[in-house]
């Protein structure tokens, strides 16, 4: 049996190297894509568990990321949790939507042509949908993903591919990020070092189209106008 292969886009990320961990317990190797390299306590504790990870420098402000569908072995799963917050609308829109989803475009069409499934899990923040005030630019780019990401879930569905998107809403850990958002919201969440993507990477494997916590509250929020 051929060894199964992860993409986790963001792999030296809080998520990022917690997904690599999570997929290597599951009997997955890695491909860690990234601007910087992963931590090589990381690289290290996946090597012991016998699915070592590989480093792939990636920079989605670079690269459309047609090279890499040349480049890697096609995934059987891919795990999108990067996510970019300094920067004006129009950079953080392009980073944040309009390039993971055209990666994923391309990369569904080259897995359709080569007879291959695959299950994506897109990692999204509830702050996209929530509107609070400052954080209109990473919102708007959050929030596109999230609706690219429900319709296309729900098209791979309608043509009966084997293929999934799966929405995912982790707890929050303590991240660059993190602190980022917090800082521009004038709030400071509560956060859970200890989280870990087992059950989220389970639930992207099943083909469920949301994983993680319940997303019922930017829906109470719009309602409400808040």
């Not at 990320?13 to 992963?38: E, H, M, N, Q, T």
């Not at 980022?180 to 004038?186: E, I, S």
């Amino acid at each position: 049996m051929s060894a199964k292969t992860a993409w986790v886009l963001g792999g030296s990320g809080a998520w990022g190297g917690k997904c690599a961990i999570a997929l290597a317990d599951l009997g997955y190797s890695s491909v860690l894509l990234s601007r910087s390299a992963p931590r090589s306590e990381l690289l290290e504790l996946l090597e012991a568990r016998g699915y070592p990870a590989v480093f792939h420098a990636f920079d989605l402000a670079c690269d459309c990321g047609s090279g890499l569908i040349v480049a890697l072995p096609l995934p059987d799963i891919y795990i999108h949790c990067a996510g970019v917050f300094e920067g004006d609308l129009a950079r953080l829109t392009m980073l944040n939507f309009t390039k993971p989803a055209l990666l994923m475009e391309a990369l569904l069409a080259e897995l359709a042509r080569a007879d291959k499934p695959c299950r994506f899990g897109v990692f999204l923040g509830q702050n996209g949908r929530l509107g609070l005030p400052g954080l209109a630019p990473y919102s708007a780019g959050i929030g596109a993903l999230w609706t690219w990401g429900e319709a296309k879930s729900r098209e791979l569905r309608a043509q009966k591919l084997a293929s999934s998107l799966s929405l995912v809403f982790p707890p929050r850990i303590p991240s660059a990020l993190q602190a980022q958002l917090a800082q521009a919201a004038g709030k400071d969440p509560k956060t859970d070092p200890r989280a870990k993507a087992h059950k989220l990477i389970e639930g992207v494997i099943s083909g469920e189209m949301m994983v993680g916590r319940s997303a019922l509250l930017p829906a109470l929020a719009m309602l409400r106008g808040i």
